[in-house]
């Protein structure tokens, strides 16, 4: 099992920048990737962003060229930079992490708003 912590969440006004980590914890070993996805209220969670543990990302086409993932392998820590923030990506964060044999881990989600 892997226990996921987010942190970094908040209000910025629009064109503002925030980062997102998360920290995961217990049976890391065989974690395969990191992501980040977000939800809106009454919709269905939505892929945002990953990076697997070779270092290669993968993005959602809106967030491509705003946002940024990385990842700490000897911290065992994943960030989302997110730059050009529009009121779009207001949405609750969640990190995700996923084993090599498929099984998913999630976080609690931190809430990020943006709004004048």
């Known amino acids: 099992q892997v226990q996921l912590v987010e942190s970094g969440g908040g209000l910025v006004q629009p064109g503002g920048s925030l980062r997102l980590t998360c920290a995961a914890s217990?049976?890391?070993?065989?974690?395969?990737?990191m992501g980040w996805y977000r939800q809106y209220p009454g919709k269905e969670r939505e892929f945002v962003a990953t990076?697997?543990?070779?270092?290669?990302?993968t993005y959602e086409d809106s967030v491509m060229g705003r946002f940024s993932i990385s990842g700490d392998s000897a911290k065992n820590t994943v960030y989302l930079q997110m730059n050009s923030l529009k009121p779009d990506d207001t949405a609750l964060y969640y990190c995700?992490?996923?084993?090599?044999?498929?099984?998913?881990?999630w976080g609690q989600g931190t809430q990020v708003t943006v709004s004048s």
């Open positions: 995700n992490a996923r084993y090599y044999a498929g099984s998913n881990f």
């Open positions: 217990g049976s890391v070993g065989s974690i395969y990737s």
């Open positions: 990076i697997t543990r070779a270092g290669s990302p």
